[in-house]
C-alpha cells in the first residue's frame, strides 16, 4: 500500500527524476523490441515455413537464446564495447546503444521462436494453395504471418516482456548512470540497496503498469484488425 | 484448332515406394481432361508437376513451347500466375469471403472488377456469403469460394484435384456447371481429377486412367468408356479395382 501511494505521488508530482528514468526504459525497451521484431520475424517466419539441413541446429541454438541469461549477454556485450573489445572504438559503453544492444541479444530469439511456432501451426495445405493461386514466396511468407497474428502478437509481447523486465544485462553495460542509462529494474536495485523500499516498490509498480499497459495495447491493436478483417 | 498447352516426355517423379512415370502425354486448350485412378496412382503428383508445385527428377515439360526440366523447373512468375489448382481440401485465408476471392487479384496487383467478380460469385451461389468469415463456411461453400477465388484471375489452366469428393449432389452440380461455363466461354486447359466415372462421363472431352504411377490409356470419353483398348481400363470401369 505504502509503495503504491508512493508510485502515485512520484507519478503525480511530475517528478523529473522518475519521468526520465521512465523515458529511457521505454526507449531502451522500445527500440529494443523494434530490431528484434525486424530481426525475430523474419528469422521465425524463415525456420517455420522451411526445411533445411542444418535447420535443427540452428533451432537449438534458438531455443538456447531464449533461456539465455541476460547476465551473460552483458558480459559478452560489455567485453565486446569495452575499450579493449572489438568494438570498443565505437565508445558505446555505458551508453543507452549498448544497453539496447543488450536488450536485442535477449528479446531476438523470444520474438524468433515463438514466431517461428505460430508459424508451424499454419496448415500447410494452405500454404501450398497460396502458391498454387500465384503467390511469391514473400507473399505466401506474409499471409503466413497474418494467419499466425495471435501467435506473432505472443511473441512480440514475450520480447518486450523480456526486454523491458531485465536488469542484468543493463545493469552492467548501461552502468546505472543517474539521468542517462538509469532505468525501471536498475532504479529498483539501486533503491532497494539504499533501503528506500517505498521508492523501489513504486518504480516496480510503475513497471508493472507500464508492460500491462503496453500488453493491452498491443492487444487492442490485434483485436481491432481482427474484427476489422471479420 | 485447339492449342497443345502442355507436351510431357519420359517425366519422372521418384518417392519412396512410388513411381511417377509419364511416357508421353499432350494436353490442349479448351478441353477437359478427366484423371481417374484408384488412390496412389500419381494423379496429384501429376497436378502438382503441371502446376510447377514440385519438380521432376527426370525427364521435361513442354508449357505453351517453352521446355522445362528438373534443372530448369521454375517458370517466371507471369506463367505460373496463368496456372492454378482447386484442391480437395479448400484452405481459405481467416477473414471474409471476399477478402479471399479477391487474394490473387491483390498479390497481382490487379484492379478489382467488382461486375466480373459478382458474375462469378452469383453463377457459384455465394452472393450473400461475402461478408461471412471463411471459418464459417460449410465444406460445400468452402469449395464454392475456393473454386470463385481460382477463377477471378482468369487462368489459361485450371487443375482440379477431386474438388467435389464428399460434397453433395447440389454444390457438384453448381461446380460442375461453373467450370464447364468457364471452360467454353475462355477455352483454358482443365485437368480434372474424379474417382467418379459419372462425373468424367459429364464433363470431360478426353479421360485418362492412371495406375501405379502409369498411365493406363488416354482417349476421347466415347471411346473411353464405349470401347476402351486396354484390358484394365475394362476391369477399372466394371468396378474390379479397388481404391
Redesign the interface.
Known sequence: MEGLVESLRLLWGLDPYVYNIIIVSLRVSGLALLFSALIGIPLGTFLGLTNFPGKPLVTALLYTGMGFPPVVVGLFVFILFSTVGPMGRLGWLFTERAMITAQIIIAFPLVAGFTMAAVMSVDRNLMRQLRALGATKIQASWAAIKEARVGVLVAIIAGFGGAISEVGAVMLVGGNIEGKTRVLTTAIVLETRKGNFGVALAFGIILLGLTFFANLAMLYLQKRQMFARE | MQQTSYKLHNLRKIYPGFELHIADLSLKDGEIFCLLGPSGAGKTTLLRLL?F?EEPDEGEVVFRGQKYTPRTYLPS?PI??Q???V?Q????????VW?NII??LR??HQKVDNEAIMEIVNALGIASLLKQ?SSTLSGGEAQRV?LA??LV?QPQVL?LDEPTANLDPANIMIIEQMVTKYAAERKPTVVWITHNHFQAKRVGDRVCLMEGGRVVEVSDKEKFFNDPEEQRTREFLAGKTFY
Not at chain 2, 481440401?89 to 471474409?96: E, H, T
Request: no cysteine; proline share 7%.
Open positions: 502446376n508445385l512468375l505460373m500466375r496456372i492454378t489448382t484442391f481440401r479448400p484452405a481459405l485465408l481467416k477473414g471474409n477478402q487474394y490473387p498479390i497481382r468469415s475456393a477465388r481460382a484471375f487443375l
